[in-house]
């Protein structure tokens, strides 16, 4: 589709949703007060356009794929990093302000901590199975 959209204005001087993929031109089709064109002429004519519209939609598909290529390999999301995407220790996560802004967000806080330490111990002492 960018291919598309890409080439449809320069090569055929259309909107892209006008424009068709091959346009068929005829000899008959010129105005009434115009005489018909001769056969050599239009389509030597006829074939010498098509080539160019093959090769500047080549050279334009070309020009893409290398953009798509680059894109990918200097992906910059893969090495972006800020404040909100770094890593936090897990000690300093709980003093953030939204933990501690409120009365409420501090008991979630010291309830969470609770659940957590009640199942650390009960999986502490819950005996192994034994392997056969």
Not at 58 to 86: F, V
Not at 118 to 129: C, E
Request: with cysteine; net charge positive; charged share 25%.
């Amino acid at each position: 589709m960018l291919l598309w959209f890409s080439v449809s204005v320069p090569i055929e001087g259309l909107h892209p949703l006008q424009a068709g993929i091959l346009r068929l031109k005829s000899r008959n089709e010129r105005r009434p007060s115009l005489p018909r064109e001769a056969w050599l002429p239009f389509y030597v004519w006829q074939g010498a356009e098509a080539l160019r519209k093959v090769v500047a939609l080549a050279k334009r598909w070309h020009e893409l794929e290398n953009l798509c290529r680059r894109i990918a390999r200097e992906d910059p999301c893969r090495r972006y990093m800020d404040l909100a995407l770094t890593p936090m220790a897990a000690d300093r996560q709980e003093s953030l302000r939204l933990y501690t802004q409120t009365a409420e967000a501090q008991a979630a806080v010291m309830r969470e901590r609770r659940v957590a330490g009640s199942s650390r111990t009960l999986k502490q002492n819950v005996p192994m199975a034994p392997e056969y």
